[in-house]
C-alpha cells in the first residue's frame, strides 16, 4: 500500500522525543509516540505502524519486553532500537528478539533516516503494481529507480523525494485510470494530513519535469479535466 509511512517513537527522554518526532514529520512520515513502554506497545499493536523507533530504557515496560511482545503478537514492524552508549544492549540478542536495526546515541538524524529508507525498501520489496520484484520502470526514456530513489534519462540523474516516488508508484499501480485528486490524496499523503489539491498539481508538475520528454506536453503522466490525472507507460500523446 501507499499512504504517509507510519512512524511510532517510543522514548522516555522528552528532547530527543520532541526532535525524532519534528524531523519526522518534517520528512512527510505519519508519527505517534509514546514516552513509556507500556504506551508503546499499546499504541504498535493497536496502530501497525510501519516503524517503531525504539527505546531500551523505558520506564515500566523497557524496550526489550516491548520488542518480545511485538513480535510474539506476530507484529511485522520494522523496529529500530535506540540504544545509548554503555547500555545493556546485546546486538546478538536484540536480533534474536526481533530489532532489524539498531542506532547508538547521539546518533545523527540524517544517519537514522537513511537507516528507516533502508529497512523500508527491504520490507516493500517491490513497487507495488510493478511485475515481479522490479525496482527499475522504464517510462519513455526515462528509468525510474524505486531502490535508488532516482530518475535517469539521457545519462543524466535525477532525485525522487519520497513523496514523488510514492505517487508515481500510484500511479503505475492504477495505469490506465483516471483517478481523482481527492482519492490520490487519500493514497498517497493519507487521511489525517490536509494538503491542498495543489499539492498534488504541484508534484505532478514535479515528475512531468522528471520523466516527460516535453513537460508542457505530457506523453505519460496525463490531465484528465475536470477530475485529476491518468497515468499510461505506453505514453499516448499530449492531453490537449
Ligand atoms: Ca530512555
Excluded at 508538475?205 to 505506453?234: A, N, Q
Aim: with cysteine; glycine share 10%; proline share 4%.
Amino acid at each position: 500500500m501507499s499512504g504517509a509511512t507510519r512512524v511510532l517513537v517510543v522514548e522516555d527522554e522528552e528532547p530527543i522525543r520532541m526532535a525524532l518526532v519534528d524531523a519526522l514529520v518534517h520528512e512527510g512520515y505519519q508519527v505517534l509516540e509514546a514516552a513509556d513502554g507500556d504506551r508503546g506497545l499499546e499504541l504498535a499493536l493497536r496502530d501497525a505502524p510501519d516503524i517503531v523507533l525504539l527505546d531500551l530504557m523505558l520506564p515500566g515496560r523497557d524496550g526489550f519486553s516491548v520488542l518480545r511482545a511485538l513480535r510474539q503478537d506476530r507484529l511485522q514492524s520494522v523496529v529500530i532500537v535506540l540504544s545509548a552508549r554503555g547500555e545493556e544492549w546485546d546486538r546478538v540478542q536484540g536480533f534474536e528478539y526481533g530489532a532489524d536495526d539498531y542506532v547508538v546515541k547521539p546518533f545523527s538524524m540524517r544517519e537514522l533516516l537513511g537507516r528507516m529508507r533502508a529497512l523500508l525498501r527491504r520490507a516493500e520489496g517491490s513497487a507495488p503494481g510493478l511485475e515481479g520484484d522490479a525496482r527499475r520502470v522504464r517510462i519513455g526514456a526515462a528509468t525510474v529507480d524505486f531502490a535508488a530513489y532516482c530518475v535517469e534519462r539521457n545519462g543524466a540523474r535525477e532525485g525522487l523525494s519520497r513523496r514523488e516516488m510514492e505517487l508515481l508508484r500510484h500511479f503505475l499501480a492504477h495505469e490506465g485510470e483516471a483517478l481523482e485528486r481527492i482519492d490520490i490524496l487519500d493514497a498517497v499523503w493519507g487521511r489525517d494530513e490536509d494538503p491542498s489539491t495543489r499539492t498534488i498539481d504541484m508534484h505532478v508538475l514535479k515528475l512531468r519535469r522528471k520523466i516527460e520528454p516535453d513537460p508542457e506536453r505530457p506523453r505519460f503522466l496525463l490531465t484528465v479535466h475536470g477530475k485529476g490525472y491518468r497515468f499510461s507507460r505506453r505514453g499516448e500523446g499530449d492531453a490537449g
